[in-house]
C-alpha cells in the first residue's frame, strides 16, 4: 500500500488484498490487521480474507495483475495461479515462485530492499498497456505450457521411470 501511495497509483489502480488470518490472533497480529484495513479503507482498497479456494478463480479473473511482495514464503502459489488467467505476476526476488518468472516474457521482479522498486515496476504497466498484454499473453502461455498439466504429468512420470 504504502509502495503504491508513494508511486502516485492510488487513484490509477483498483486494488484488492486477498489473504487468510489466523484463526486466532495475538496482539500484535490484531494490531497489524486494524493498521492493514485502515490503510485499505485510506486507499479504496478491498479487502477480501478467507475466500474459499473455489472462489478464487473470479478473483484472477477480474485482476490484471497480482503482487507477492512476500520476502519469507517458500513458494507463494497464488501468482502462479493468476498466470492461468493471464494475470501478470509482480513478485519479490526473493519469494521462491520467482523462479518461474521470465522478466519481459511473463512478469516482474521487484527488489523488496530496493525502496520505491515496487511501485517503479507497477508504473510501468499502468504506463504502458502494451506491455501488460505482452506480459499477460506470456504468463498464460507459461501456465498452459512449462507450468500446465501436460507438463506437470511428464515431470511425474520422469520420477516415476527414474
Same mark, same amino acid.
Given at each position: 500500500? *504504502?509502495e503504491?501511495?508513494?508511486?502516485g497509483?492510488? /487513484?490509477?489502480i483498483?486494488?484488492t488484498?486477498?489473504?487468510?488470518?489466523?484463526r486466532?490472533?495475538?496482539? %500484535?497480529q490484531?494490531?497489524?490487521?486494524?493498521?492493514l484495513t485502515?490503510?485499505?479503507?485510506?486507499?479504496?482498497?478491498?479487502?477480501?480474507a478467507d475466500?474459499?479456494?473455489r472462489?478464487? &478463480?473470479?478473483?484472477?479473473?477480474a485482476?490484471?495483475?497480482?503482487?507477492?511482495?512476500? %520476502?519469507?514464503e517458500?513458494? &507463494?502459489i497464488a501468482? =502462479? *495461479? &493468476?498466470?492461468?488467467?493471464?494475470v501478470?505476476p =509482480?513478485?519479490?526476488? =526473493?519469494?521462491?515462485?520467482a523462479?518461474?518468472?521470465?522478466?519481459a516474457?511473463?512478469?516482474?521482479?521487484a527488489?523488496?530492499?530496493?525502496p520505491?522498486d515496487l511501485?517503479a515496476q507497477?508504473?510501468?504497466?499502468? /504506463?504502458d498497456?502494451?506491455?501488460l498484454?505482452?506480459?499477460?499473453?506470456?504468463?498464460?502461455? %507459461?501456465?498452459?505450457g512449462?507450468? &500446465?498439466? /501436460?507438463r506437470?504429468?511428464?515431470r511425474? *512420470?520422469?520420477?516415476i521411470?527414474r
Amino acid at each position: 500500500l *504504502e509502495e503504491i501511495a508513494a508511486a502516485g497509483l492510488s /487513484d490509477r489502480i483498483e486494488l484488492t488484498l486477498v489473504g487468510t488470518l489466523p484463526r486466532q490472533m495475538n496482539a %500484535t497480529q490484531a494490531r497489524y490487521h486494524e493498521a492493514l484495513t485502515a490503510a485499505a479503507q485510506r486507499q479504496g482498497a478491498q479487502l477480501r480474507a478467507d475466500l474459499p479456494y473455489r472462489a478464487m &478463480g473470479a478473483v484472477y479473473a477480474a485482476a490484471r495483475v497480482c503482487v507477492l511482495p512476500s %520476502t519469507y514464503e517458500t513458494l &507463494g502459489i497464488a501468482p =502462479v *495461479e &493468476g498466470m492461468a488467467y493471464g494475470v501478470v505476476p =509482480v513478485i519479490s526476488r =526473493v519469494c521462491g515462485c520467482a523462479g518461474y518468472i521470465e522478466p519481459a516474457r511473463n512478469g516482474l521482479l521487484a527488489d523488496m530492499d530496493r525502496p520505491g522498486d515496487l511501485g517503479a515496476q507497477l508504473q510501468r504497466l499502468v /504506463d504502458d498497456p502494451a506491455l501488460l498484454a505482452r506480459l499477460s499473453a506470456g504468463a498464460r502461455a %507459461t501456465a498452459q505450457g512449462e507450468l &500446465g498439466p /501436460d507438463r506437470f504429468v511428464q515431470r511425474v *512420470e520422469a520420477l516415476i521411470d527414474r
